[in-house]
């Protein structure tokens, strides 16, 4: 499966770790005004600000998100590809 790469923040960091799986939800969090994407890996559901053009996020894809390993996780990159 061909992956684009949609988001980079452009940062370092010495900690980071992946999580991957199907995108199953997009939703809006009005009180923080952040547009998220939910994806499950088959274990678990995580959420995920869509800090990027949100026409690459499709229910259904496949995402990957590189994030630190802090309490509060930072996202530094997300590639999308077709569900295949």
Do not use: C
């Not at 992956?3 to 199953?24: D, Q």
């Not at 800090?51 to 259904?60: A, K, N």
């Amino acid at each position: 499966m061909k992956m684009v790469l949609v988001y980079n923040a452009k940062r370092k960091a010495r900690r980071t770790a992946f999580a991957e799986g199907r995108i199953t939800r997009l939703y809006f969090l009005p009180y923080e005004g952040e547009h998220m994407f939910e994806i499950d890996d088959g274990r678990r559901r995580s959420s995920w600000p869509r800090s990027s053009d949100s026409t690459w996020f499709v229910v259904g894809w496949h995402a990957r998100i590189e994030h630190t390993r802090d309490e509060q996780p930072e996202v530094l990159k997300i590639w999308i590809g077709e569900a295949a």
